[in-house]
């Protein structure tokens, strides 16, 4: 196995086909969070993003993103942000995770959302955690009729507010893939609020995520899009999501909604109309990510894993990341694994986020 090192800003276009082409190999490497259009925003955003292409006599086979910071410190592409982590390779390769590591300058690689399969990275994961999906399929029928026969438990219920909201405030609509960079901003300024409000880290109070999703907001390739859809009363947004897709896999990332118009349940409404519209864009999949809420209980049709963890080799500075990252890990786990510790949690934190908004 070769093992050679590229910036990802500007990757040649062969290695760009050959990583798509090794994503369509295999169905669990078709995450658009591992597509180079997503590690190349990331690159364009953060310092010392790059990706190891793995070759067998001399043809590329496997590709692994990752960012280094100046001491060796590895972490996976876009950590914190990306729902879905892993070596994309072609069907049967394998490697050597300490060479790996070596190859790549790196003492240390922290991953949070491995895909199962990931075999070399076995002995280094510290946790596995389901992964809500949708499995989804294009039918000729209505909206109405799809969600009948998808979904008959919340049919009924969704379709009452649709029509309660088109009452009261004006009349719904929905667009899968709405260009207007307003309405980004508008649910950008709702998510803020959102973190806020319940007392979570606000990701777009950093400016490099919010320049990252503008980033991706313009990406309209054949294998990636980022994609903004938007429930509106009128011409009035109510809910709205932007999250990135490849050929065959829609990744939930940030919804939120309006929080006066809360009534008419448009995260849910949101969530139903975005599953619809998806498969008849030719979706398979809807990935809606690691983590613990009744909407995803909701929604799901099956759950695949994903695995947190350190990969090492010796040396120093991995054993002090280690000895820094993991109590905290093993902390936040213990809360969000217990509802008798996770419900007082969230507690604290929205009543930390309201005197926060006091403050403010």
């Known amino acids: 196995m070769d093992i050679t ?53 001399g043809e590329p086979v496997g590709f692994f993103p990752y960012e280094r910071n100046a001491f060796g410190v590895g972490r996976a592409i876009g950590l914190g942000l990306s ?13 050597n995770t300490q060479e790996l590591l070596r190859a790549c300058g790196l003492s240390v690689f922290e991953f949070d959302h491995l895909v199962d399969e990931q075999k070399p990275f076995d ?75 319940t007392g979570r880290m606000d990701r777009f109070a950093r400016a490099w995520i919010v320049d990252l999703v503008d980033d991706l907001f313009q990406v309209r390739e054949e294998h990636f899009a ?12 109510v809910a709205a999501h932007f999250g990135p897709t490849s050929s065959t896999v829609f990744a939930a990332w940030f919804t ?3 929080p006066e118009l809360s009534y008419y349940s448009p995260g849910l409404m949101m969530h139903l109309r975005m599953a619809e519209s998806a498969a008849r864009d ?17 929604l799901k049709t099956r759950e695949l894993r994903v695995g947190e963890g350190f990969a090492t080799r010796p040396h120093p500075v991995a054993t002090a990341h280690r000895l820094w990252r993991r109590p905290v890990r093993g902390l936040r786990n213990t809360v969000l694994a ?23």
Request: proline residues 5%.
């Open 83 to 95: 729902d879905c982590q892993a070596l994309v390779h072609r069907p049967g390769v394998t490697w």
């Open 282 to 298: 030719g979706v398979r999949l809807m990935d809606m990510g690691r983590g613990d809420k009744e909407y995803k209980d909701w």
């Open 226 to 237: 980022g994609v903004l859809s938007v429930v509106y009363a009128g011409d009035r947004p």
């Open 123 to 197: 002995g280094f994961v510290t946790g596995t955690f389901a992964s809500p999906v949708l499995d989804l399929e294009a039918g000729e029928e209505s909206y109405a009729e799809w969600l009948r026969g998808a979904y008959p438990g919340l049919a009924k219920t969704a379709l009452k507010k649709e029509r309660r909201l088109s009452r009261d405030v004006g009349e719904m609509r929905f667009v899968y893939d709405e260009r207007d960079p307003k309405v980004l901003r508008t649910l950008m300024r709702w998510k803020s609020a959102q973190y806020r409000r």
């Open 5 to 57: 090192i590229h910036g990802l800003d500007g990757l040649d276009a062969s290695l760009r086909g050959a990583w798509h082409r090794t994503m369509e190999a295999s169905p669990q490497y078709a995450n658009p969070f591992l597509a180079p259009e997503f590690a190349a925003g990331i690159a364009r955003h953060r310092g010392g993003a790059q990706v190891a292409v793995l070759r067998e006599r």
């Open 256 to 258: 939120a909604y309006d």
């Open 338 to 360: 217990h509802p008798g510790l996770r419900e007082p949690a969230d507690r604290l934190l929205k009543t930390v986020g309201t005197l926060r908004t006091r403050k403010g």
